[in-house]
């Protein structure tokens, strides 16, 4: 079935179509939700409240990019967790010394070298994702990791293009300076040569 087929199908009460559109997004959701909130518990949460409350609105869905429609819940999903976190500060140690990163596991073709350089290189700019304005994170997040285009991001956001782009600029600066300001932690790989 294409997805407009099994989006009319969602919208009369067929779960299993809906159950194939969220088998088709669920890591676009998970990793955006990830990225948002740093926290693998928590993005899995933001997933879950984001296809729930997808499938309560698949009615008021007009049509349009049914991937843009889901990551808008889902960065609504996150803000809403974001806000919650703000209040309740609590961060577990098991939390941080346990979390896996988000990265991709090494393929048989990696050496051991590179892909700790991978990992480490994923780790900073986790964190460094971690310390951008929530506005900017969200967009760096949905246009380089997500790639999704300017449009895309605009229509997930609820944004104009112009802001969108503004925020994206400042985003990737604001990402690169923390990056330069740690370049010593930087493996030399990624280390700019002066």
Request: hydrophobic share 35%; aromatic share 8%.
């Amino acid at each position: 079935m294409d997805e407009q087929e099994l989006i009319s199908r969602s919208k009369s009460g067929d779960v299993e179509a809906f159950n194939l559109l969220v088998e088709q997004y669920q890591r676009q959701v998970y990793n955006l939700a990830l990225r948002m909130l740093g926290n693998s518990e928590a993005a899995e949460d933001a997933s879950q409240d984001t296809f729930l409350s997808a499938y309560k609105a698949i009615g008021k869905f007009r049509g349009g990019s049914f991937k843009s429609w889901v990551l808008h819940i889902a960065a609504n999903s996150c803000r809403d967790k974001l806000r919650v976190a703000r209040r309740y500060r609590i961060i577990s140690l098991d939390t941080l010394l346990l979390e896996p990163d988000s990265l991709p596991q090494a393929n048989n073709t990696e050496s051991p070298e590179d892909y700790a350089l991978r990992r480490e290189l994923g780790r900073f700019l986790n964190e460094g994702l971690a310390h951008l304005p929530e506005d900017q994170r969200l967009v760096v997040i949905l246009s380089d990791v997500q790639g999704l285009r300017y449009e895309e991001v605009a229509q997930v956001t609820g944004s104009s293009l112009g802001t969108v782009k503004s925020r994206l600029n400042r985003g990737r600066t604001r990402l690169r300076d923390f990056l330069l300001q740690r370049e010593e932690l930087l493996p030399s790989k990624f280390r700019l040569n002066k």
